[in-house]
């Protein structure tokens, strides 16, 4: 997991869900597909979106276009404000 984002408004995690643990010796019995995403944090409102698949994907492009282009805050937080209308699951803290 890598904080990638993070203001009073937003934070964006990349997150390697099923990236392999150190130790794991994974045989290749069965399927093992990488889930990796990207959890937005709208701080604002006290809800989070997973992306993933597709998703996660547009997402990682639009990471590739801002490291060439040095972005604004008021940009980056233009772009997340866009994605933080999919946030439906309220931040629980365990």
Do not use: C
Not at 39 to 59: C, Q
Not at 69 to 94: I, R
């Amino acid at each position: 997991m890598n904080m990638l984002y993070d203001s009073d408004s937003f934070a964006v995690v990349h997150i390697h869900a099923n990236a392999p643990m150190d130790g794991d010796d994974h045989t290749g019995d069965g399927p093992h597909m990488p889930r990796h995403g990207f959890e937005i944090v709208d701080k604002r409102s006290g809800k989070e979106v997973y992306l993933d698949g597709s998703w996660a994907e547009m997402f990682q492009q639009q990471i590739n276009a801002w490291q060439k282009s040095t972005p604004s805050q008021e940009e980056v937080e233009d772009t997340l404000e866009g994605y933080a209308g999919l946030a439906q699951m309220p931040v629980v803290v365990h």
